[in-house]
């Protein structure tokens, strides 16, 4: 009797005599109505599974790109703070006497300059600020303006201290000095 029930086959809880009629009143076996339907599952996980990985790639390009962005304001802290340490290197070789300069010492400290602006270039550090160029707020400080007839207004004419950029971030905005329109005497 086991090896008779072993032998039928698995129909899976349908009935060979059950007919379902489609919208348009023809006679569907079963048979076909379960694969409409078992189709039908399949199309949806499918659709899930495609929503999964979109979702998936979605999620990795967000990481990655708040990854760059979380490297990016870590490294322009550490640059923003190696700014100061710049200027005083600055200042230190504008400092020294000229009878001074081939010293040993003044040539190592120079070097160490060189050496720091070097790194923060490669970087992508770039200075902000120079003689001649027209004064921009967004990427300078005005700290005086000084009347000149010989500029155009708005133009800068000497930088204090150097600012920062680092792509389209700015470190530090350039202190300067800027051309004013001549004053009427008289």
Do not use: C
């Not at 990795?60 to 710049?86: D, G, N, W």
């Not at 707020?137 to 920062?164: C, F, W």
């Amino acid at each position: 009797m086991q090896q008779n029930e072993a032998e039928q086959p698995i129909t899976d809880n349908l009935e060979a005599d059950t007919v379902i009629q489609d919208n348009e009143g023809e006679n569907i076996p079963p048979y076909e109505q379960q694969l409409a339907e078992e189709q039908r599952k399949a199309n949806e996980y499918l659709d899930l599974l495609r929503r999964t990985q979109a979702d998936f790639i979605n999620y990795k390009r967000r990481v990655a790109q708040e990854q760059a962005e979380a490297r990016s304001v870590a490294q322009s802290a550490v640059i923003e703070r190696l700014l100061p340490v710049l200027d005083d290197l600055g200042r230190v070789m504008a400092s020294v006497p000229e009878e001074l300069t081939d010293n040993p010492w003044a040539q190592g400290v120079l070097l160490s300059s060189r050496q720091l602006l070097n790194t923060i270039e490669q970087l992508g550090v770039r200075p902000l600020g120079a003689p001649g160029e027209p004064f921009d707020p967004y990427k300078h400080e005005a700290l005086m303006r000084i009347p000149r007839s010989d500029m155009t207004e708005g133009t800068i004419i000497e930088v204090i201290r150097p600012g920062y950029t680092i792509g389209e971030r700015i470190l530090r905005p350039a202190q300067v000095i800027v051309s004013s329109a001549p004053t009427a005497e008289g």
